[in-house]
T-cell receptor
Framework: GAGVSQTPSNKVTEKGKYVELRCDPI?????LYWYRQSLGQGPEFLIYFQGTGAADDSGLPNDRFFAVRPEGSVSTLKIQRTERGDSAVYLC??????????FGPGTRLTVL | AQSVTQLGSHVSVSEGALVLLRCNYS??????LFWYVQYPNQGLQLLLK??????LVKGINGFEAEFKKSETSFHLTKPSAHMSDAAEYFCAVKPTSGSRLTFGEGTQLTVNP
C-alpha cells in the first residue's frame, strides 16, 4: 500500500516569505507527527496530531510555525516570515495509536 | 526529559566485519527504544525496537540490539557488514506513556570493500 507522502520534495524560498508543507499519511492512521532534521542532526519533534487536534505542539520553535489537520488526514505545516535558520528537512510520520511511526521522504526547505 | 547519545558520528568497517553502533539514553524510567536507518533522500525506516520482554531484539537485514538497563544502553550490531548497509543510523527513545520520539544525532556507517 501507499506510504506517507510529502509535497513538495524540495522548496526554495526567500527570507521573509511564507511556505506550506504538505503531508499525506497512511490511510487509516489517526496519529500524525512532524519532525525537523537539520544538517548533521537527528530529527527533532515539532508537533503531534491525534485525529484533527494537536495533542502536543510543544516542539514548535516559535509562533511563526503552525500546523493543521482539519479533516484528520492530510496535514499542512505552515511557516511564516521564514528565516535562514529554518532551512532543514521537514519529516512527517503517521501511525496507529501507540504504534510504529512510518516516515515520509521529507521536504527539503532552503531559505535563501 | 529524555536524551540519546550516539557515540561516533562516523563509523567505518570493512565488508564482512562486525558492525557495532553505540547508543546510550538518559531517562528517569526505561523508555521504549528504537533504531532507524536512513538511506540518502529516503525516509527513516525502522530496523528494530524494544518495548518489553526479551532484551535481545532482532530486526531486519540481520541487525540486532540488546537493551541493558544497568548500562542505559541499546547498542546495534550486525555480525557481517554488507555494502548495502552503508547509511545513516539513528537511535531513538519514546516514553512508555508518550508519543514523541527523541533521536540521537546519528551515526554514518561506511562499508569498505
Amino acid at each position: 500500500g501507499a506510504g506517507v507522502s510529502q509535497t513538495p520534495s524540495n522548496k526554495v524560498t526567500e527570507k521573509g516569505k511564507y511556505v506550506e508543507l504538505r503531508c499525506d499519511p497512511i490511510s487509516g492512521h489517526t496519529a500524525l507527527y512532524w519532525y525537523r532534521q537539520s544538517l548533521g542532526q537527528g530529527p527533532e519533534f515539532l508537533i503531534y496530531f491525534q485525529g484533527t487536534g494537536a495533542a502536543d505542539d510543544s516542539g514548535l520553535p516559535n509562533d511563526r510555525f503552525f500546523a493543521v489537520r482539519p479533516e484528520g488526514s492530510v496535514s499542512t505545516l505552515k511557516i511564516q516570515r521564514t528565516e535562514r535558520g529554518d532551512s532543514a528537512v521537514y519529516l512527517c510520520a503517521s501511525s496507529l495509536i501507540n504504534n510504529e511511526q512510518f516516515f515520509g521522504p521529507g521536504t527539503r526547505l532552503t531559505v535563501l | 526529559a529524555q536524551s540519546v547519545t550516539q557515540l561516533g558520528s562516523h563509523v567505518s568497517v570493512s565488508e564482512g566485519a562486525l558492525v557495532l553502533l553505540r547508543c546510550n539514553y538518559s531517562s528517569s524510567v526505561p523508555p521504549y527504544l528504537f533504531w532507524y536507518v536512513q538511506y540518502p533522500n529516503q525516509g527513516l525506516q525502522l530496523l528494530l525496537k524494544y518495548t518489553t520482554g526479551a532484551t535481545l531484539v532482532k530486526g531486519i537485514n540481520g541487525f540486532e540490539a540488546e537493551f541493558k538497563k544497568s548500562e542505559t544502553s541499546f547498542h546495534l550490531t550486525k555480525p557481517s557488514a554488507h555494502m548495502s548497509d552503508a547509511a545513516e543510523y539513528f537511535c531513538a527513545v519514546k516514553p512508555t506513556s508518550g508519543s514523541r520520539l527523541t533521536f540521537g544525532e546519528g551515526t554514518q556507517l561506511t562499508v569498505n570493500p
